[in-house]
C-alpha cells in the first residue's frame, strides 16, 4: 500500500542543508495496521507529511497504492489526499462553528457530494466512533475524547485506503487515550484501510501489527516488531 524507498528530507537554514530524515525505506502493506515510535524531533511527523504530500522529499520517491508520487502536482496531492487518505492529528482541528454532523462531513462536501447520500454516510460513521448522540453538538460541546472521535470520523467518512495518525492520543489523558485506541484498532479491522500512526505511546504500539523504531532520522531495521503467524 505504501513503500518509501530511500526516502531523505533536508531542510534550508541559513543557508545550508540541514537532513531531518536520512535514505528511509519502508514498506507497509494493504490493511496493515502500523506504528512508528521514537523521540521528539527523531523525524517522525516529517516522514508522515511527506507520505501526506504535505512536504516534499528531497531524494527518494514514495509511492502510494502502487503510484509513484515523485512527479505528482500539487493538484494531483490534493485529489489523492480528498480521495484515498485520511489524516488524524495530535489536535483535532474541528471547525468550531460547526456541529459534529457538519465537521465529520466536511470532507464528503469538499468532493461535491450532498443530500441523503451523505447525511446516511455520516449517521453510519458517527455510529461507529460513539458519537450518534453528539450529532448536533458543536466542539467546546465535546470532551477531548469525544473531540478525537470526531476527528476520527471525520478522517473515515470519504472511506479512504489510507489513514495516517500523527500523535492521536498525545493530548488526552490515560483513559481516554486507551479508548482512541482501541477505536482505530475496531475501525481499521471493520474498514479494512491501512494505518500509520506516529506515536510515543506503547499502549497504541501495542495495538499495530508492526512497529518500527526511528531515531535521528533513520529507521532501525534492526528493531521492527510484525506480527506473530
Known amino acids: 500500500m505504501v513503500r518509501l524507498d530511500r526516502v531523505s528530507k533536508d531542510y534550508r537554514r541559513n543557508g545550508g542543508a540541514v537532513p531531518v530524515l536520512h535514505q528511509v525505506s519502508l514498506h507497509v502493506p494493504e490493511g496493515q495496521f502500523c506504528a512508528i515510535m521514537g523521540p521528539s524531533g527523531c523525524g517522525k511527523t516529517t516522514l508522515l507529511n511527506l507520505i501526506a ?30 480521495d484515498c487518505i485520511g489524516m488524524v492529528f495530535q489536535a483535532f482541528h474541528l471547525i468550531p462553528g460547526l456541529t459534529v454532523a457538519e465537521n465529520v462531513g466536511l470532507p464528503l462536501l469538499l468532493r461535491g457530494e450532498g443530500g441523503q447520500a451523505v447525511q446516511e454516510r455520516v449517521g453510519t460513521i458517527l455510529e461507529a466512533v460513539g458519537l450518534h448522540h453528539r450529532v448536533h453538538h458543536r466542539p467546546g460541546e465535546l470532551s477531548g475524547g469525544e473531540q478525537q472521535r470526531a476527528a476520527i470520523g471525520r478522517a473515515l467518512v470519504h472511506r479512504p485506503q489510507l489513514v495516517l495518525a500523527d500523535e492521536p492520543t498525545g ?59
Open 171 to 229: 493530548n488526552l489523558d490515560s483513559q481516554n487515550g486507551e479508548e482512541i485506541v482501541a477505536l482505530l484498532r475496531s475501525l481499521q479491522r471493520q474498514f479494512a484501510h491501512t494505518v500509520i500512526v506516529v506515536t510515543h505511546s506503547q499502549a497504541v504500539a501495542a495495538q499495530a501489527d508492526s512497529v518500527h523504531q526511528m531515531r535521528d532520522g533513520r529507521l532501525d531495521t534492526t528493531k521492527v516488531r510484525t506480527p506473530l503467524l
Open 53 to 82: 504530500g504535505l512536504d516534499q522529499p528531497t531524494s527518494g520517491d514514495i509511492l502510494i497504492a502502487g503510484r509513484p508520487t515523485k512527479s505528482l502536482s500539487d493538484a494531483d496531492w490534493t485529489a489523492l489526499r480528498r
